[in-house]
């Protein structure tokens, strides 16, 4: 009997994943259930078969190659027949570039014990009794319907293979969207507290605990470089390197260094990342390190240290998506560091200045050399007492030392005589705080400590200069700044006289407090006069202006 075989056209396949013997299996199974037959799965390419049920029926070398035409075809097709029986193949798309093809036999006429089972013996590939027995066993199809139902079964394995796919883009896309908004949370972060007083250490061992989490590394490590050698400094800075850890401790500060070393990283290093295959080697130094980030925390060609993470957690690798990850914040923590190194210098270039004032107004008046800074010290001590904190401290000592600085554009005969003064000297020696707010009124940087410089000899009574300023119309610091100034000038010896008693001093504040003296100041001098004492009798060969460091 010959049959005419009409062709059927499947949908066009979108998927791309690449299909593993498991899955060849499944769609062994799914064809077996739906067609009722022993499917044979062959790889559409290649024509090697790829999952056979208990039978492979038909001429395997005929159907090697057979099967690539019919993955190349438009549907399901016959590729043998005889009177009773046709051999299907089934191509069904699995992803944009492979097809897989079903073969199985199916019976087209109902069991005929007059008919000989020779031609069906031979198409099956089976002796005539094996035949025989198989053609008993089977339903006959008509074969349009067979063809039919061959092409729903393929487009619904496809349609399968597509829904999988795009359930897995989703995934794939809403594990991407996750994990850019953690990125995201973290670089904000770690913008947010970019101020320049939040310490360099502070902010990466905040980035190291945040990345800890977005890297999904058991160690992160960030190791700070020196910025200044210790006799150079003025201001807070590192003189030594300093290593900060989240997770694990697998690394000391030396052991780190030598990882470094060994990896022969620099400022201008691309991101290093090590996995398996090149720590697994015998030659390997770092049995503890499985896999491995590390890039420089630089800015230009300004090295200040390394952001490493250690050993994925999840046995993974580590990739260029974690490794850009790290080179933001590192990138960002580098120009922090900048920053603040920037800012630290133009704080040693000011701190140069003013000890060159300093100097200066000492040997303007070698009969006073110590007083700024003892003053300064002074008045930091009460500025404390009375509840200041952090840039007040700073101002006051500032203007603590150059609070004199106007005594530069005074006549040394009249600043160095050792008797009494004129009217005329004394109204030429109290130009002094005006000429040293116009000393100073052009340096930016010393803009807090004007009001010091101007106003350190006014009276609460409205009886100083040379404003005549009265009570609260006196800035705070000024008022400070007159009483530390009138103790080390009472205490101290001049060519004229000796200094001042303690016990004489005191009753003099005692009784000038609310006349000449602001009564709050003078009420904290006496709660801090031990402390004082001691500032008065300690002179110091080295400045430093990092006022906060003093009580740390």
Request: glycine share 6%; with cysteine; aromatic share 8%.
């Amino acid at each position: 009997m010959e049959t005419t075989l009409p062709h059927f056209t499947l949908p066009a396949p979108v998927t791309t994943v690449s299909v593993h013997d498991a899955s060849c299996d499944e769609l062994r199974q799914f064809l077996d259930e739906r067609l009722g037959s022993d499917f044979t799965i062959w790889d559409g390419a290649q024509g090697r078969i790829r999952s056979a049920g208990r039978k492979s029926y038909g001429d395997p070398l005929s159907l090697e190659s057979l099967v690539p035409q019919v993955a190349g075809g438009n549907g399901p097709e016959f590729v043998d027949e005889c009177n009773s029986a046709v051999l299907l193949a089934v191509p069904i798309a699995v992803a944009s570039y492979e097809k897989l093809v079903g073969v199985a036999p199916f019976a087209v006429q109902p069991w005929d014990s007059t008919e000989s089972p020779v031609g069906l013996a031979r198409m099956l590939g089976l002796s005539v009794d094996e035949a025989r027995d198989w053609w008993k066993r089977q339903r006959p199809w008509d074969p349009r319907q067979l063809l039919a139902a061959a092409s729903l079964a393929a487009e619904t394995w496809s349609a399968r293979c597509r829904v999988a796919r795009l359930q897995f883009e989703l995934e794939d896309v809403t594990s991407t969207l996750a994990r850019t908004f953690e990125e995201i949370s973290l670089l904000y972060s770690v913008t947010q507290r970019l101020r320049i007083s939040a310490t360099d250490v502070e902010l990466g061992q905040m980035a190291l605990e945040m990345l800890q989490e977005c890297v999904g590394a058991e160690t992160m490590v960030g190791q700070y470089l020196p910025v200044a050698r210790p006799d150079e400094i003025t201001y807070k800075a590192r003189t030594e390197p300093v290593l900060l850890t989240a997770g694990r401790d697998l690394l000391d500060g030396e052991r780190f260094s030598e990882l470094v070393a060994h990896l022969r990283l620099t400022a201008a290093s691309a991101p290093c990342v090590l996995n398996r295959n090149a720590t697994s080697q015998p030659t390997w130094p770092f049995p503890e390190l499985r896999e491995l980030i590390v890039v420089p925390m630089a800015e230009g060609q300004k090295l200040f240290g390394w952001l490493a993470a250690f050993n994925h957690r999840g046995g993974k690798e580590f990739g260029t998506i974690e490794a850009k990850l790290m080179v933001s914040v590192a990138t960002i923590l580098g120009i922090h560091c900048g920053n603040r190194e920037l800012y630290r210098q133009q704080a040693e270039l000011l701190a140069s200045v003013v000890r060159a004032l300093v100097s200066a107004i000492d040997a303007k008046d070698p009969y006073t050399c110590g007083h700024s800074d003892r003053v300064a010290r002074i008045c930091v001590r009460l500025a404390r007492e009375l509840g200041c904190s952090g840039p007040m401290l700073h101002t006051i000592y500032m203007a603590g030392l150059l609070h004199d600085i106007g005594k530069i554009g005074i006549d040394d005969q009249i600043l160095r005589k050792p008797g009494s003064l004129t009217p005329e000297e004394f109204e030429h020696i109290k130009q002094h705080p005006l000429l040293g707010y116009r000393i100073l009124a052009d340096i930016k940087q010393m803009s807090d400590t004007l009001p010091v410089v101007l106003h350190h000899h006014e009276q609460w009574n409205g009886k100083g200069y040379p404003c005549g300023l009265a009570s609260s119309d006196i800035p705070l610091l000024a008022r400070i700044a007159a009483v530390a100034d009138a103790y080390d000038a009472m205490t101290s010896d001049r060519p004229y006289r000796k200094g001042m008693p303690v016990e004489k001093v005191e009753e003099i504040f005692r009784r000038g407090a609310g006349e000449q003296w602001d009564p709050q100041v003078i009420e904290a001098y006496f709660r801090c006069r031990d402390d004082i004492l001691a500032i008065s009798r300690q002179e110091r060969a080295n400045m430093s202006l990092d006022v906060e460091s003093w009580f740390k």
